[in-house]
């Protein structure tokens, strides 16, 4: 049998004639760690394989749990989406936290698994729209059943996933991007504007908490410097929570119930866990959507890859097909928790480079904070109570992001006539079922979720 990704180093247990027949095929299908030794750059203060100071160590690992819990607001929209509330959503949300926790340090051991490297794990957006979809459609327990499919579809492939990267096209994952995007849009208009059946008016105190939820993210994202620029949602939440305070759209009830909340807690009870169901409606998109966020992740890690070596020539395959292995476990992990599949953060990855660090000592104390913090109910809590204004804000940045980068990806490829057919009927297909109810309730069932 074939080894899925060629070692960078010798496999010395794969190699020896007398190890036991079940090592050696271990060997095939998971490869030892191994780390190439191709030089510091110049510009890294430390790489992944060094050990900073203590001091800093804690202070660049702040930084990034401070990254990573502006994030959870994404767990905050997704469950809410799907119709969850009161300890069933703090549930979701603390047990994607938790996870969220797990792939992180997951990713900085050195094991057959994973990458070895600072690649901090927060809640999928691309999983997101397709995950609010199938719930809506076939429910919680056959979306959190695909997940734990997809999740093992990703861990089993492993490596061969790097090679079928050739299957996802730019042409392809962009359509799908701008698709998912698109998806997101209604949902995030109803939470702005208030808008509920039957009334048509439009509530302008909460359309003036978007706005300056939106703004404030905006022009943090276009015009601060990268550091600042990396707490863009944090700012613009704070400001869209500000305005609700102040024009009276922010319930302080709610938020004096904080005060009631247990510092230390299990992130989720037995009464709140769905139990998984498996149908191919669910299953099928959602290891699409599996597949396609594992090439982003690929990309990350190339990215990181690079900044680790000064003598890099192409990407180390070995380390690529560990870190899809990380990425298929993370997804596993998520779907018998029954929250949202987790991906690795551009954002952090911008923040590695912005300080120069990527140790991977910093992973595992981030990765352990976000663990400490699942525990801690008041966290999940306080995020769940941001007002419906800022979250429809948020997904709606987060939409428009993503038809954007979904539209480079398609343009990153001169267009010829093969691939213009297949992005013009690709946004065809996908934008009938947006425009056209009729054409979509029509549809089986079971091809609903995979149109």
């Known amino acids: 049998m074939r080894s899925p990704v060629p070692s960078s180093e010798p496999v010395t247990a794969g190699q020896d004639p007398d190890a036991p027949r079940r090592l050696r095929w271990l060997d095939r299908l998971l490869p030892p760690f191994s780390a190439p030794d191709s030089g510091k750059p110049r510009d890294m203060l430390f790489v992944a394989s060094e050990t900073p100071p203590r001091s800093m160590v804690l202070a660049l690992a702040a930084q990034h749990l401070v990254l990573a819990l502006m994030l959870v607001v994404y767990l905050v929209v997704t469950g809410t989406a799907c119709g969850l509330s009161g300890s069933a959503l703090r549930s979701f949300v603390s047990l994607g936290v938790l996870i969220m926790g797990i792939g992180t340090v997951i990713n900085a051991m050195r094991t057959r698994i994973s990458a070895g490297m600072l690649m901090v794990r927060v809640p999928s957006t691309v999983a997101m729209a397709a995950f609010i979809t199938s719930v809506q459609q076939n429910g919680l327990a056959a979306t959190t059943g695909a997940t734990l499919v997809a999740g093992a579809v990703v861990f089993l492939l492993g490596g061969y996933v790097v090679r079928l990267r050739r299957l996802f096209p730019p042409e392809v994952t962009g359509v799908l991007l701008i698709l998912l995007g698109i998806s997101l849009v209604p949902e995030a208009l109803r939470r702005t504007t208030a808008l509920v059946p039957g009334i048509s008016s439009l509530d302008m105190g909460s359309m003036l908490v978007a706005l300056v939820t939106l703004g404030v993210v905006v022009s943090i994202s276009v015009w601060a410097g990268q550091r600042i620029r990396m707490l ?71 990215t990181l890859d690079r900044m680790n070596r000064a003598r890099w020539s192409r990407p180390d395959l070995a380390l690529l097909g560990r870190l899809v292995n990380g990425h298929g476990l993370s997804w596993l992990l998520c779907g018998l928790a029954g929250t949202l599949g987790t991906a690795t953060s551009s954002a952090h990855v911008g923040l590695s480079h912005v300080t120069g660090v990527t140790a991977r000592v910093v992973g595992l104390v981030t990765g352990g904070l976000l663990m400490v913090m699942a525990f801690m109910p008041m966290i999940a809590a306080a995020i769940i109570l941001l007002p419906a204004a800022v979250v429809g804000a948020i997904m709606l940045y987060t939409a428009s992001f993503m038809m954007v980068q979904g539209s480079e990806l398609v343009m990153t490829r001169l267009l010829n006539n093969r691939r213009r057919t297949t992005v013009g009927l690709g946004l065809a297909a996908g934008m009938a079922l947006v425009v056209s109810p009729e054409f979509r309730s029509a549809l089986e069932l079971d091809l609903g979720p995979i149109m």
């Open 232 to 302: 863009a949602l944090f700012f613009g939440a704070s400001a869209g929570l500000l305005t609700a305070a102040v024009t009276g759209y922010l319930d302080g009830s709610a938020w004096t119930s904080l005060r009631h909340q247990p510092w230390l807690a299990w992130p989720g009870s037995v009464a709140d866990w769905v139990s998984p169901a498996f149908t191919w409606a669910a299953i099928t998109p959602m290891v699409l959507i599996g597949l396609v966020s594992v090439t982003d992740t690929i990309g990350q890690g190339i």
